[in-house]
């Protein structure tokens, strides 16, 4: 046994704290432990470049062998933490190993949800092993359906079309990302894909799924040769609930990122924490970017608050989607060229509260880097100015 600073899954937010503590300064033992066979990656690439064939797992990782081991950072990988015990600050591994730490980092993330109808295999994305699996399936003309229209689903969609693929998406809401989008942006999602050539149908359930075809509730039967369900999130809780630490719907946290027992942190995907008021998780690259960092700094004892402003992207053939920020119930809208839309989210003395941008290329990005410095400054804006595309937003930027 030994003392250490330990991080808890080696993802995207576990693997960024152990890099921010070493950068930091923390010359102590480091310890980050994953149940991956892999490094420490990102996951945006998998649903884009890695299922394209155009990326690689070293394109998406945070760092290479050489850097962990120049760091002095201990990988262990593909040995889960089966167990916690917070009274006497260990932590054991799959293969009976125990672990003391100083401080904890539960950095889990989560799984994709399994549908419960399926009869058949179905195939899921959120690991590289996931991603690659996939890929593997994803022939010109093979007949896909995507079950889900959320990011997920919709960036499989896309890449299976530009593979050549024929696809079928089946959405069980009223329109595409519903959860987290704006009805405008749905639309216009919903018109590129079938645009595009996928048969997007909404309003559906699905009954069960057989070998050669998924059944739906209204009696299709949609023949294919593959399903692949992109259908949310489970987060990765057990470990944390069963050590009695408290959870909601992911781990819970105060505004320093600490849970319930004063020695564990919990950061990304699988951490709850309050955002204006309201518990909530994100499932962002953005959160889980800052939450490691966060974390990593209050680790040292910097006792420091979380403060974030949401946001996130999502790649479809070549357009964009960006979001920053909050929306609120006054919209201003603004049509971009080639058929973009960007929508101001303002507050009641029109300051910019969040902003949401659809585009060619990466004219949304750029677009919305701009509005995230317009919420920094709190300038109070002329809706008219924004809602003209002739009026560019940097000068808007000086009030
Ligand atoms: C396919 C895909 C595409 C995405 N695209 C975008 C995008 O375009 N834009 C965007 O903003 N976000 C995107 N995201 C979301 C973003 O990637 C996630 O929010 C981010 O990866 C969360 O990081 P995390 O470290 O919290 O979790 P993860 O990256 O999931 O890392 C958690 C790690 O902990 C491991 N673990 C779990 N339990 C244990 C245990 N007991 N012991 C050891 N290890 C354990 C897990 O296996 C995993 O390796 C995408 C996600 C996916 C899956």
């Known amino acids: 046994m030994s003392q250490a600073l330990i991080i808890v899954g080696a993802g995207h937010a576990g693997g960024r704290a152990a890099l921010t503590l070493r950068e930091e300064g923390y010359t102590g033992r480091l310890i980050l432990i994953g149940d ?8 945006p690439s998998l649903s884009k470049g890695v ?14 062998n050489a850097r962990l081991a120049a760091l002095g950072i201990e990988h262990i990988a593909g040995n889960p933490v089966s167990r916690l015990d917070t009274q006497q600050h260990r932590l054991q ?5 125990w672990l003391t730490y100083t401080g904890l980092l539960l950095a889990t993330g989560g799984r994709a949800r399994r549908l419960p109808e399926a009869q058949a295999p ?8 996931e991603a690659l699996a996939l890929r593997d399936r994803l022939r010109s003309g093979t007949r896909v359906v995507v079950i889900g229209g959320g990011f997920i689903g919709l960036e499989v969609a896309a890449t299976a079309r530009g593979l050549g693929c024929e696809v079928t998406l089946l959405e069980a809401g009223p329109r595409l990302a519903g959860r987290v989008l704006p009805a405008p942006i749905s639309a216009a999602l919903l018109a590129l894909h079938r645009e595009q050539g996928v048969d997007v149908r909404l ?3 699905v009954e ?3 070998a050669d075809a998924v059944q739906l509730v209204d009696g299709q039967r949609l023949p294919c040769d593959l399903v692949v369900a992109g259908i949310g999130m489970q987060p990765n809780i057990e470990l944390a609930a069963a050590a009695g630490l408290e959870v909601g719907q992911g781990i819970r946290v105060d505004a320093q990122l600490r849970t319930s027992a004063a020695d564990i942190y919990a950061a990304g995907d699988v951490c709850e924490f309050r955002l204006a008021g309201v518990y909530q998780r994100q499932e ?22 979380f403060e974030t402003l949401p946001g996130f992207w999502s790649d479809q053939y070549d357009w964009g989607l960006q979001t920053v920020g909050v929306m609120t119930a006054r919209t201003v809208s603004r049509a971009l060229p080639g058929a973009g839309l960007l929508l101001f989210y303002l507050d009641a003395d029109a300051r910019l509260q969040g902003a949401c941008g659809w585009a060619p290329g990466n004219a949304a990005a750029r677009d919305i880097k701009l509005c995230e410095r317009l919420i920094a400054a709190g300038t109070v804006l002329n809706p008219g100015s924004l809602a003209d595309a002739d009026v560019s937003l940097k000068p808007l930027l000086r009030g």
Not at 93 to 97: F, K
Not at 122 to 129: A, I, K, N, P
Not at 286 to 304: S, T
């Open 203 to 205: 309003n559906v359930a």
């Open 36 to 43: 991956e066979a892999h490094l420490p990656y990102e996951r």
């Open 122 to 129: 179905v195939l899921y994305l959120r690991t590289h092993d």
């Open 93 to 97: 591994l799959a293969d009976g190993q």
């Open 51 to 64: 299922l394209q064939g155009s990326t690689d797992l070293a394109g998406c990782s945070l760092c290479d």
């Open 284 to 305: 962002t690259w953005r959160n889980a970017e800052a939450q490691g960092r966060h974390a990593a700094l209050n680790l040292l004892g910097r006792a420091l608050p």
């Open 208 to 210: 069960c799924i057989h």
